[in-house]
């Protein structure tokens, strides 16, 4: 049982932020509020304290959890081909059933906008690469082709439960395919294409697709970077494809056998929409494989229709007049919550390139030249900028930015002053929205809320219908002191089993574990008496660099095929500056040795065949890898180590299968400490 870091909870100070009155008037989740108050029993707004008002309609959302949920697929005229027979039927955890008779279509709700005439010729999705010209897709043109894909993908056999996957960027045929794979009720997976062969493999084996939608390669950083090999491979290691489609990102020409996107979206077709169950998969999201093969997490078409447009609408206060880009990639859940910007009716800016090129300003210059209005990024991206001393609010025209949102990691203090410091002075009202959830529910626990103020370094409250706690080691709730993140009531979200996991084994074993019939996220975190969020990092080893998150497991697989590696241990450190250090230390074969060159090769082996993104900032030589009784590496431990923690206080000396290789770690922990205190 992982142990909490010591609370450093302050009187808080005054408010970052405020709204003013007309926000908060013109925000959708008061005008919700009062409309729920009038049809659904939630209790009725107070003017003037929209603290109290907040957390009076939060209390509810938990405490009539069922009542809740009615109202948002009411606000929101959610269309059930067939009605409901209830909300929740049962509500245990893990188990929940939501919405069981209803059927819907998750895609026929995401290209709504495209019925109004006056918005059919408006932008859907504006796609950006590193030219820094938008192009548009059309919400007429966004239909059209959906139609026609979906309508091809029928004729090629796909059906109801069938599944779909992409190995592409974040550009508009991506999105297509989504959509089109969710009309016809097929279920979708995606990979972005910097992830190698072998970690493609290993998530897309586990599903087993009939259809692969591929590019030839990516630009990225300047360059262009071919994988038609790694298509190849792709191809001869999914046995059970029908179909590959070819998208030309780079202008070559299909590979034998292979289909081609413009001879499948050609066509103006209407989209036909299956109605299918309310909990029939939607897509597959992929854990970041910390203790093996990735988790492959399934989650609902209306479980992701619901929570997306609670979130986008009532959360993000997204509207059509919205237009929404998160630097993303499709390997990420934020990509998937980005393409839900589409359930409220707001324009989506798909940016395919690198989130630093031709210099650090990048994202803000995309912001500029699309014209966003809410721009989510990572916590680590605000810090690089504010390192590197931009104004982005001076330097260029961010007038229609009305919020910056963060997330993959927490948001320093020094980042949520920057980013207010940054716009203020231009003039700018800013919201400032640091928010934190996971690809386990593809949501948001906690974080953006528009009639809040913002107070530095905490995400502002709780989300409606979570019933987030901090809670001790003996499942307790704590008040302003550290514990771990729990959810005690399920979320619609959740995913609805894993795949591959027959009795739901090692669903009830990644979340329920430590906190029967509890859902336990992995998450310090302090709820402060004022109802705000503050997030303290992982609990345990997961790597989450820019928001991209893979398993040590991963990295241990492939470095470990050099013969030089004896074995290996990977570990990913939130820095009090926002930073992130990587560290790799490697027990080498006997005989070997560290130099630059088996240095170059091991971050090669990482880039090429896993992510670029997760090559390590340091590579140290152990004299060996501590583990548990039971042989499994020590990871979490190391991690309190090198963050400062005791060793006494790091780990429980009798479960560990050699003790003095621990002094190793503690003394680079000691080393680090006093570099940076010199």
Known sequence: MTTAPHSTAQPAPEPLWQPG??????????????????????????????????????????DQLPTFWQAVAEWFDVRFGTPYDTVLADRTMPGARWFPGATLNYAEHALRAAEDPARADTPALLHVDERQEPDPVTWAELRAQVGSLAAALRRLGVRPGDRVSGYLPNIPQAVVALLATAAVGAVWTSCAPDFGARSVLDRFQQVEPVVLFTVDGYRYGGKEHDRRDTVAE????????????????????????????????????????????????????????????????????????????????????????????????????????????????????????????????????????????????????????????????????????????????????????????SFAESGADLWVASVSGGTDVCS?????????????????????????????????????????????????????????????????????????????????????????????????????????????????????????????????????????????????????????????????????????RHVPDEIIEAPGVPHTLTGKRIEVPIKRLLAGTPLEKAVNPGSVDNLELLRFYERIAADRAEYRTT
């Open 234 to 421: 792709l191809r001869a290691e999914l046995p059970t494809l029908r179909a590959v489609v070819h998208v030309p990102l780079l202008g070559t020409p299909a590979p034998e056998g292979a289909l081609n996107w413009s001879d499948l979206t050609s066509e103006h077709t209407e989209p036909v929409f299956e109605q299918v169950p309310f909990d029939h998969p939607l897509w597959v999201l992929y854990s970041s494989g910390t203790t093996g093969l990735p988790k492959a997490i399934v989650q609902s078409q209306g479980g992701i229709l619901l929570e997306h447009l609670k979130q986008t609408g009532l959360h993000c206060d997204l509207g059509p007049d919205d237009r929404f880009f998160w630097y993303t990639s499709t390997g990420w859940m934020m990509w998937n919550f980005l393409v839900g910007g589409l359930l409220a009716g707001s324009t989506i800016v798909l940016y395919d390139g690198s989130p630093g090129h031709p210099d650090t300003a990048a994202q803000w210059q995309v912001a500029a030249a699309t014209r966003t209005t809410v721009f989510g990024t990572s916590a680590a991206y605000v810090m690089a900028c504010r390192k590197a001393g931009l104004h982005p609010a001076r330097d260029l025209d961010l007038s229609t930015v009305t919020c910056v949102a963060t997330t993959g990691s927490p948001l320093p203090p020094d980042g949520f002053r920057w980013l207010h410091d």
């Open 21 to 62: 009155p007309d926000r908060i008037a013109g925000a959708q989740v008061t005008r919700f509020h009062a409309w729920a108050a009038t049809h659904h029993g939630a209790p009725a707004p107070t003017p003037g304290d929209p603290a109290a008002d907040y957390a009076a309609l939060h209390h509810w959302s938990v």
């Open 444 to 612: 948001c626990f906690a974080g953006a809320v528009p009639t809040l103020p913002v107070h530095i370094g905490e995400l502002q409250a709780a989300c409606l219908g979570t019933d987030l706690q901090a809670w001790d080691p003996q499942g307790r709730p704590v008040l302003d002191e550290v514990g771990e993140l729990v959810v005690t009531g399920p979320m619609p979200s959740m995913p609805t089993r894993f795949w591959n996991d027959p009795d739901g084994t090692r669903y009830h074993d990644s979340y329920f574990d430590m906190y029967p019939g509890v859902w336990r996220h992995g998450d310090w975190i302090t709820l402060t008496t004022r109802g705000s969020v503050v997030i303290h990092g992982r609990s345990d080893s997961t790597l989450n660099r820019q928001g991209v998150r893979m398993g040590s497991a991963d990295i241990y697989e492939a470095v470990e095929r050099l013969p030089e590696i004896r074995e290996s241990l990977v570990i990913g450190l939130e820095l009090p500056d926002g930073g992130y250090w990587m560290p790799l230390f490697v027990h080498l074969a006997p005989g070997a040795t560290l130099d630059d060159a088996l240095r170059d090769r091991i971050k090669r082996t990482i880039r090429e065949q896993l992510s670029p």
